[in-house]
Every structure is written in structure tokens, then in C-alpha cells.
């Protein structure tokens, strides 16, 4: 096996010292941050799996939060993303809907954005339309991401999208989802303008929306 198909299997495995070891490794070896973060996504997807067949009980998903944690850490310490707050591209409002408490995908994007120069209003998880609402009138940013993890969270992301409708908001604000939940058809039930399942992807939107390509 090759460092990356370790790293998948580490992860899934959840063995933190392998995980922490093997990205080291390979951001030694010039690897970037984002084909790493990708590799971890696929491992907590071996994680999600076993969870589904009752292989791992909820301490398995807590675990593969804390390791990624980690991962991020050393990323971090590796200085990989450096911000630059010189240009400030426009906003974005970022969180997870209703009922959806996970938030490290969207803390991923945070950080893509803003190191390529968007402001992020990050309104954390479990964030109701409403608040989506008052997030985007009160910063003026015209873009809004949702990333949503749970099926749960359908109706939720539908709300959001209709309550920009209702306010006369829909041309102003770009609505963006994300998260392992969403596809072509959630978007299309939402309503919303764009979606993936790529981080890097909602920086493409967020500049295609704003009118900065
Ligand atoms: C870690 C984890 C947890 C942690 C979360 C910690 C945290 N701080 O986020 C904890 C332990 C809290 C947790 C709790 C639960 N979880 Co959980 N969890 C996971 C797990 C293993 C990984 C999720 C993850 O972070 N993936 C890695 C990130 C990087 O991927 P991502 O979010 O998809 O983000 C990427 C892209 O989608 C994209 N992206 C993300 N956001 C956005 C936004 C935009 C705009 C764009 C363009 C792109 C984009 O960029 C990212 C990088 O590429 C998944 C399994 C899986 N396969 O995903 C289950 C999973 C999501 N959980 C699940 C469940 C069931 C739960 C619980 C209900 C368990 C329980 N019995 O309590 C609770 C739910 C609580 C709630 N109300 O939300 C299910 C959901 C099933 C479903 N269909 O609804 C999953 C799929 C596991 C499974 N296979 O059963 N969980």
C-alpha cells in the first residue's frame, strides 16, 4: 500500500498515531494540505460505513472528529494555509442547517475561503432559516453556504431557500449546499443555486456568484 491508501486505512481504522504519522509524511514530502483533508474524508467515510453496519457505536464518530482535529493541527503548524487579509473578495455566510451539528466540512471550506480572500460569517450548526436570513441581511454578503450531513436536514435547507424567496432576497443572495446529505436532487428540492460535495468547489461558486472569475 502507498502512503495515501495507508492514511485512508488509519483513518477508517481510526488509529491516530498512523493518521498523524503518515500525513507528516507526507506533507514532508510536499503533499498539499487539501489532497490530505480529502484522504481523511474518504477514511471517515470507512468510519460512517462501520458505524452504519454497528461495527462502531457513536464513540467511533467522536473519535475520527478528534483525530481529524489533529490532522488539522498539523496542518495548521505546517503553515500551509496562510490567510491573506490584504484582499477581501466579498462575503460569505456559511453554516449547517437545523438539526445538523456536524461542522467539519464547513469548517474546511471556512478556511478555503478565506484563503482565497472571502470574508466568512460562520453562524455555526443547527442554524435555523431565520437566522441564515438575518445573517445575510445583516452582513450584506451575497452568497450562502449550507452544508448538511443528515438527511434530517432536507426540509430545513428547503425552509432556508424560502425564506429568502419570501423576503424578496432570491436575485441578491446565491444559496450554495455542501455536505455528504446533498445531491443533485436535494439542490433541486431546496431549491438552492449550486451544490458539491467538494470543498474547493464552493470557492469556484463563491467567485463565479460574486462575479470575481
Ligand atoms: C464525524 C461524524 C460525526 C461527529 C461530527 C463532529 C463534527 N464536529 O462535525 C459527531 C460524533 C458529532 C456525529 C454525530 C452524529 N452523526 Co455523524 N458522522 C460523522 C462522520 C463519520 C464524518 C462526517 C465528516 O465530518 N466527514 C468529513 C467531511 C470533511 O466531509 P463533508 O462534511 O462531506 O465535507 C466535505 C464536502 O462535502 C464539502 N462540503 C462540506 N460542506 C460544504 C458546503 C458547501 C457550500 C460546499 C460547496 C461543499 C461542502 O467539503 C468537505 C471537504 O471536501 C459521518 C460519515 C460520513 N461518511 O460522512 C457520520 C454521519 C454523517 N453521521 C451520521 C449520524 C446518524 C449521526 C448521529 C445522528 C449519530 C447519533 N446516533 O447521535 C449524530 C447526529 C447529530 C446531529 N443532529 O447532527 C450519519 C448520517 C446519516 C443520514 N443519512 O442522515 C453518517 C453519514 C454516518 C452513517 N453512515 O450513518 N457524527
Known amino acids: 500500500m502507498d502512503l495515501p491508501e495507508r492514511l485512508v486505512k488509519a483513518m477508517g481504522d481510526l488509529d491516530e498515531d498512523q493518521v498523524l504519522e ?14 490530505i483533508i480529502e484522504l481523511c474524508r474518504e477514511g471517515f467515510k470507512i468510519v460512517g460505513d462501520r458505524y452504519e453496519r454497528r461495527e462502531y457505536f457513536l464513540s467511533g464518530l467522536i473519535i475520527s472528529d478528534d ?3 489533529n490532522v488539522m493541527g498539523l496542518l495548521d503548524r505546517s503553515q500551509c494555509f496562510k490567510l491573506d ?16 451539528v456536524h461542522d467539519i466540512g464547513k469548517e474546511i471550506v471556512s478556511m478555503l475561503l478565506r ?19 438575518e445573517g445575510a441581511v445583516d452582513s450584506g454578503a451575497g452568497v450562502v453556504g449550507i452544508s448538511a450531513l443528515i438527511t434530517m436536514a432536507y426540509e430545513p435547507l428547503r425552509e432556508t431557500v424560502a425564506a429568502f424567496e419570501r423576503e424578496g432576497l432570491r436575485q441578491r443572495v446565491k444559496i450554495m449546499l455542501g455536505g455528504g446529505a446533498v445531491s443533485q436532487r436535494v439542490c433541486d428540492y431546496a431549491g438552492a443555486d449550486a451544490w458539491s460535495r467538494d470543498a474547493s468547489d464552493a470557492v469556484k461558486f463563491t467567485r463565479q456568484f460574486s462575479g470575481k472569475e
Do not use: H, T, W, Y
Not at 482565497?116 to 436570513?133: I, K
Open 115 to 133: 484563503c482565497s480572500g472571502f470574508e466568512v460569517v460562520d453562524l455555526g450548526v443547527n442554524v435555523r432559516p431565520s437566522e441564515f436570513l
Open 85 to 100: 487579509d490584504s484582499q477581501k473578495l466579498g462575503k460569505v455566510v456559511l453554516g449547517a442547517p437545523l438539526g445538523d
Open 22 to 35: 503518515l500525513a507528516g509524511s507526507m506533507l514532508a514530502s510536499g503533499a498539499e494540505p487539501l489532497e
Open 67 to 69: 483525530i481529524f482535529g
